[in-house]
């Protein structure tokens, strides 16, 4: 039995996801291909991935594919009661709603878990985290996953060089066609759709300070230089420093940045990139958003400790007033802006994604008795077949090599 806040809100959800599909050509492309031989017949698959409409048409997609599917939120904030009632009527186990608790969060990951699963996708590793911990008795059945996000695959590596990883899982953040599109192109246009619909503030002409120059702050960074915005970059690798100089932009300390940002976005996914030092100088009535996975790259309990009052001054930004009457406004309490504050990148970018998902968990399926318990990159086939579809979908061609081309670029000889 699912457990979700509204069941009559199924009608509203169907909508969603109905529009959702019908802009996500690769999916439904995939979806036809297997039809058949439904290749998940049999299988459990355990989904914890941000639960609105293009979650769904992925869910959707693996369970007419032959698979028993359970789908929880991997954040609170993200989950929309309205797909996760339609996706329950459907017949899909939910286990999620809108502004869980902590514990509701981790009680609904463990009922996501109760069924056994035997395969898991992952956005951020919290269920496989709970898989090597208190559901440990779970993880022998497991026969592998993926992992959608590079917070996650920060922590399965450090799993994998501690050894303690129990299952191969696949680095879906580190195919072309997620981090080059999903990161970039997704997150920079998600990002400042979930600022701007909920601060309605202008965006051109404000200092705009970027934390982390990876492919996230990249995508943030051009959106906002778009906009019109003067963008700083903040980094700790002189290489993507560098990058970010010799792309135009100014490069600055954190400590520096703080006294001069009008707009902060945080996409490091590492903790305590804006902490006390820099509340303490930051300008009255900054903005401060959080793109990185998790919670932890803007030091909230810091930023409370210094405030005489926090209000909610308009939905999704909770304003904290200072002893000195500065005002520091944070959106969607941290956590990731254009889930909490925004439906999340556009439906064709995470049709890649969830195309390269849907691949690679078959993959995994197919190949887990020759994988050891490690992490492996997506297989340069998996991208590029993603890549074909897409092409196709926008009815563009490309070139193909000729027997004497591929052999040239094979050889050593002239």
Not at 156 to 167: H, K, N, S, T
Not at 302 to 320: C, F, H, K, M, T
Request: hydrophobic share 45%; proline share 3%.
């Amino acid at each position: 039995m699912s457990i979700i806040r509204d069941p009559s809100l199924a009608g509203l959800g169907k909508q969603k996801i109905e529009w959702a599909w019908q802009n996500m050509p690769i999916l439904r492309a995939l979806a036809a291909e297997f039809a058949d031989a439904r290749p998940f017949a049999g299988k459990k698959i355990a989904i914890s991935v941000h639960l609105e409409a293009k979650t769904a048409c992925l869910a959707k997609t693996l369970a007419a594919l032959g698979a028993q599917v359970a789908v929880t939120g991997s954040n609170p904030l993200s989950t929309q009661d309205a797909v996760a009632a339609a996706l329950a009527e459907e017949g899909l186990a939910v286990y999620a709603w809108h502004g869980a608790t902590e514990d509701e969060y981790f009680e609904h990951l463990n009922r996501t878990l109760d069924f056994g699963p035997d395969l898991v996708i992952d956005d951020g590793g919290d269920l496989v985290n709970l898989l090597h911990t208190e559901r440990s008795d779970l993880a022998a059945g497991v026969l592998g996953g993926c992992e959608e996000t590079t917070t996650g695959i920060i922590r399965l590596r450090a799993m994998e060089r501690d050894g303690v990883l129990r299952f191969p899982m696949m680095a879906v953040n580190d195919a072309y066609c997620k981090h080059l599109f999903d990161n970039r192109y997704g997150t920079g246009q998600s990002v400042w759709d979930g600022i701007m619909r909920t601060t309605n503030l202008l965006i051109a002409g404000k200092n705009v300070v970027v934390s982390g120059y990876g492919w996230c702050g990249r995508g943030v960074a051009m959106r906002a230089s778009g906009l019109g915005a003067k963008v700083i970059i903040t980094e700790v690798d002189p290489v993507k420093a560098l990058e970010a100089y010799c792309d135009g932009y100014t490069v600055l300390p954190m400590r520096e940045a703080a006294a001069v940002g009008d707009i902060f976005v945080t996409t490091t996914g590492c903790k305590d990139i804006i902490t006390k030092e820099h509340f303490q100088v930051m300008k009255d009535g900054v903005v401060l958003a959080n793109a990185g996975h998790f919670n932890v790259e803007i030091n909230l309990r810091e930023l409370a400790e210094l405030a005489e009052s926090v209000r909610e001054v308009r939905p999704g930004i909770d304003q904290y007033t200072l002893a000195d009457g500065r005002k520091i406004n944070v959106l969607g309490e941290g956590r990731l802006v254009n889930l909490a504050c925004g439906d999340g990148h556009p439906i064709e970018i995470m049709d890649l994604s969830f195309a390269i998902q849907a691949l690679a968990v078959k993959y995994v399926m197919e190949h887990h008795r020759e994988l050891a318990p490690k992490v492996y990159s997506i297989p340069a086939e998996i991208d590029a077949l993603v890549a074909r579809h897409k092409l196709a979908s926008l009815g563009v061609s490309i070139d193909d090599l000729t027997p004497e081309q591929q052999k040239y670029l094979a050889s050593w000889e002239v």
